[in-house]
């Protein structure tokens, strides 16, 4: 299955989820059962893993959202876009770039993370 463009979309809105319910389903949707997550934060294994990462990063930075900061470049199975997070209409303090892998089933199987600008410790 090729990745497309879209699914970097699908991949926000799951991170954006706050609705234990909603995002667990889009977990299911997005993510294949057995995904990797990794980051310079987090390096989880299976779908239950990355919603409980997706929850904590919640906790962090709570009524921050994730964007998109321009179009998602895709190819083949490979997906890789840059992110913002940060609060709605506000310069975003957390800038990040994936690269996603997909599954025969169009689903995110690896996310390989990488946090290009991050708030400075207090």
């Given at each position: 299955m090729t990745a497309t463009p879209d699914l970097a979309e699908r991949y926000i809105a799951a991170w954006?989820?706050?609705?234990?319910?909603?995002r667990r389903a889009l977990?299911?949707?997005v993510f294949a059962e057995?995904?990797?997550y990794t980051d310079p934060m987090a390096d989880v294994a299976g779908r239950?893993?990355?919603d409980a990462t997706i929850a904590a990063v919640h906790?962090?930075?709570?009524?921050?959202v994730f964007r998109l900061a321009g179009p998602a470049d895709a190819h083949h199975d490979q997906l890789r876009f840059t992110w913002h997070l940060g609060p709605e209409g506000e310069e975003a303090p957390?800038?990040?770039?994936?690269?996603a892998v997909?599954?025969?089933?169009?689903?995110?199987?690896t996310v390989l993370g990488f946090l290009d600008r991050v708030p400075a410790s207090a």
């Open positions: 954006n989820a706050t609705d234990p319910a909603a977990v299911e949707e057995d995904v990797t239950a893993a990355l906790g962090m930075f709570p009524g921050f957390v800038v990040g770039s994936d690269v997909t599954d025969a089933d169009g689903r995110i199987r």
